[in-house]
């Protein structure tokens, strides 16, 4: 589970507000990435983070507000389709981080950022493997940007429910890619995804062939 430990390393080094940071979104072939970057403060920790993985989306929607509730400070940043396709879903995921961070209500000393790939942020700041599974305020953030991402493509699926966005969240299932090929492709899909790219195209890369969960790293240079 999840701890406090290292923030309090890096308080020791580097006193001040320490944000955990984190994305949801990075491998979808539609919708979004959006990133949250958390405050939270020795002693004020919800009972429950934990990587928002390992967590059922009930679980997630009632931690989401006892985040909101503890937390010294929440930041939500996103970076939409046409950012995706332009920069890479790369590059758009660390626009979305510094988003996130830029827009907490108390500026971060230092953050903590899930994986193994720091962005440029607002502030100093080090990655940490399977952070959303050992920092509390990593966990934090990996559920804010979840259930927040989450909503988005709720909200989307009701303006394009053949898709089934409500159930895959963009991600691409048999199901979405079925829909894909009988419906084709709207303005919330990543065209620089090679699935969608070779619906609209006719190409057949060997980006194609992957398995979903090698999807984001998928994307084609156009």
Known sequence: MPHY????QYLKTAPGPI?????????????????A?????????????????????EAREDLFPRIMEFAVAVGVGEAGVDEIDLVNIRQATHLAMARAVRALSVAAAFALVDGNDA????????????????????????IIAKVTRDRM?????????????ITNKGY??????QALSRHGVTRHHRRSFAPVHNILWGEKSTDSILC???I???????
């Not at 430990?5 to 309090?8: A, G, I, Q, W």
């Not at 955990?20 to 979104?25: K, L, N």
Request: charged content about 20%; overall charge negative.
């Open 212 to 214: 979903v969960e090698q």
């Open 19 to 35: 944000a955990g940071v984190d994305e949801a979104g990075r491998g979808p072939l539609a919708g979004p990435v959006v990133a």
């Open 172 to 177: 691409g299932t048999a199901e979405h890619l």
């Open 119 to 142: 962005p440029a942020l607002p502030c100093p700041c080090d990655t940490l493997i399977d952070g959303d599974a050992r920092s509390v305020s990593i966990a934090a953030a990996s």
């Open 5 to 8: 430990r290292y923030e309090l």
């Open 153 to 165: 493509m709720d909200a989307l699926h009701v303006e394009h429910p053949q898709f089934g966005w």
């Open 37 to 57: 970057a958390v405050i939270l403060q020795h002693g004020r920790i919800p009972k429950g983070l934990n990587d928002s993985k390992q967590l059922s989306a």
């Open 216 to 222: 984001e790293d998928s994307a084609v240079t156009l």
